[in-house]
């Protein structure tokens, strides 16, 4: 694998939620546009097996296995980008999680604490030690919203909360850190192919016709269309976008 050409070229990108789905389809997107990457998520052995992929084409790669809500294992994450490849120039913050939509009275606690907790303290704890690592150097950041971030989608009533503050902390950080050269945006993700989508479906078939009724396009995103536009905020190319809430929805949020 030549990075010589890759529009992340000499970048080094943290990317959570890397064992499947969008953060899976980032790390060998991302590695093939030049990029080194450090995976994180809670399944080791998952991240090893993209990883030995990775390394078997070319590409450079760490693991850095661990749960988002732990701040201890985030700051490892960061570190392990710094020691191992000498700093940390970029960030796809994409782990979450979330359920099929119920009444808020009938939504069990543990599933809004979860659902808080990976999707908006996730991002918290990233942006908090990600941050600090870009100031003299400067960087991007790409956190993973929802259309959900931007209405309500028919997704539950926590989920929906919690990816409209995944937007208010996009706007946040890049106000803040702008002056520093750092820019951070927010992706509106449309129904995706993700394995927790999958697993829905399976659950509740119904849920895929309902899902992309409506878009503009009829049909679900695939995982590499998400990273694409991901590494494309991360490069050089978007060098005047930042506090953006980019959507790739299928047009979900055009009508």
Not at 8 to 16: H, Q, R, V, W
């Amino acid at each position: 694998m030549s990075d010589a050409a890759g529009t992340l070229s000499g970048k080094t990108i943290m990317i959570t939620g890397a064992s499947s789905g969008i953060g899976a389809a980032a790390a060998r997107w991302f590695t093939a546009e030049g990029a080194a990457v450090v995976l994180m998520a809670r399944r080791k052995d998952k991240l090893d097996e993209i990883a030995a992929e990775i390394r078997a084409a070319g590409g450079r790669v760490e693991v850095a296995a661990g749960d988002v809500i732990d701040t201890d294992a985030v700051e490892q994450a960061v570190a392990t980008a710094v020691n191992t490849f000498g700093g940390l120039n970029g960030a796809f913050n994409n782990a979450g999680w979330g359920t099929i939509g119920t009444l808020v009275h009938e939504t069990d606690d543990a599933d809004f604490e979860k659902t808080m907790d990976v999707n908006v303290r996730g991002t918290w704890n990233c942006l908090k030690h990600q941050l600090p690592v870009m100031l003299e150097s400067g960087g991007s950041v790409v956190n993973t919203s929802s259309t959900a971030g931007t209405f309500a989608t028919g997704a539950g009533a926590a989920y929906v909360a919690a990816k409209h503050a995944v937007l208010g902390l996009t706007r946040a950080a890049a106000a803040e850190y702008g002056p520093y050269g750092v820019r951070v945006n927010a992706l509106i993700v449309g129904t995706t192919r993700t394995e927790l989508m999958e697993n829905a479906i399976r659950a509740f078939p119904p849920l895929e016709e309902g899902a992309v009724a409506r878009q503009i396009q009829k049909r679900m995103a695939d995982p590499i269309e998400v990273a694409r536009t991901a590494a494309w905020l991360l490069s050089d190319h978007a060098s005047f976008i930042t506090g953006g809430a980019i959507p790739v929805d299928g047009g979900s949020s055009a009508i």
